[in-house]
């Protein structure tokens, strides 16, 4: 008897990540194995704060890809939390025994994973490095808002001295560049923004984010979307945060028009507009919900073509 087996639609990427023009390292990774492809954005070191190891954010989003291949060649179908928490034990094994893997400012990174199998897509978003997908001409985002939320709970418990949120830190925490108030008041805001996130960082009240405990890796939003059918999925981008500011802060595309750039120039033409906002400086980063005149940026577009 002649067995018919469905054809399983094709995974076009196309990828591209750029470091902050300030910045020695690029402190995002991309990463395709096979059907499995992913961003991390590690978290920038605090100016002036202990982190408790002697590896920066760039060794962590490194090693954290690398494992993470080597977990999917070992395992491919065990679930993406799964892989993802293997990695991050294989990651606190390299650090070796020099390193303080305890300490609340441990080098840690975001992750958007996507995996494509016959019939259906399955994803894991933790921290804030989003999933955008257009399913069946409709386009949404698989957004991790926990951090955002919980540095929003320090700024309505105790507002800035400076007037405005931005001196507070994100996932990749470094200082503010607000204008308005002083320096002084700047600088004491942004190291209670530091110790709050820190104080916040993989507990069930606050946010997670992959770093020594592979438990981290049970609270990321995991699902599964249809490769096949009328609802399936059309197109996907896997983004860290210094690529979403083309809609989030400066609001040169919604969510739609990010894919179809995507679509038709390319990651790296996002990302040059992106950086080309950020030199222009129209939005002022004093009012804006970011801190950082640039930030590493790093686009995988995913089209899926037959089903």
């Known amino acids: 008897m ?24 690029n402190e995002d990774q991309m990463l395709q194995y096979g059907d499995l492809v992913a961003v991390l954005d590690g978290a920038t070191a605090p100016a002036g704060f202990d982190t408790g190891c002697r590896h920066g954010p760039a060794w962590y989003v490194r090693r954290l890809a690398a494992q993470l291949t080597l977990a999917a060649a070992t ?42 199998t016959p ?4 994803y894991l978003v933790l921290c804030d490095s989003p999933l955008v997908v257009d399913v069946a001409g409709q386009v949404g985002v698989v957004a991790d808002d926990r951090l955002a939320a919980t540095m929003a ?24 560049t607000g204008t308005s108030g ?3 008041a ?32 049970d609270r990321a939003l995991c699902g599964t979307l249809p490769l096949t059918g009328p609802g399936r999925v059309r197109r996907a981008a896997l983004l860290t945060d210094g690529a979403t500011r083309a809609v989030d802060l400066f609001g040169l595309l919604d969510w739609p028009g990010l894919l179809d750039l995507l679509a ?34 790093t686009a995988v577009f995913c089209l899926f073509d037959g089903g």
């Open 153 to 176: 709970r320090l700024w309505q418990r105790e507002p800035p001295a400076t007037g405005t949120s931005a001196t507070g830190t994100s996932a990749t925490g470094t200082s503010g």
């Open 119 to 122: 019939g259906h897509l399955d």
């Open 75 to 116: 395992a491919p179908a065990d679930p993406l939390a799964t892989l993802l928490a293997e990695a991050v034990r294989a990651v606190r094994g390299d650090h070796g025994g020099d390193c303080d893997l305890g300490h609340p400012g441990t080098p840690s990174s975001t992750v958007c994973l996507l995996r494509r």
């Open 186 to 217: 700047e600088h004491a805001d942004y190291r209670r923004a530091v110790q709050w996130q820190r104080q916040h960082t993989n507990t069930p009240d606050g946010y997670w984010v992959a770093a020594a405990d592979p438990a981290a890796a």
């Open 264 to 297: 038709s120039a390319g990651p790296a033409e996002l990302i040059r507009r992106v950086r080309a906002a950020e030199t222009d400086g129209a939005v002022s980063l004093a009012t804006g919900p970011r801190h950082k005149r640039h930030d590493d940026a």
């Open 2 to 25: 002649l067995r018919v087996i469905p054809a399983v639609p094709t995974m076009r990427v196309d990828a591209c990540s750029v470091a902050a023009g300030d910045q020695p390292d």
């Open 182 to 184: 002083t320096a002084a």
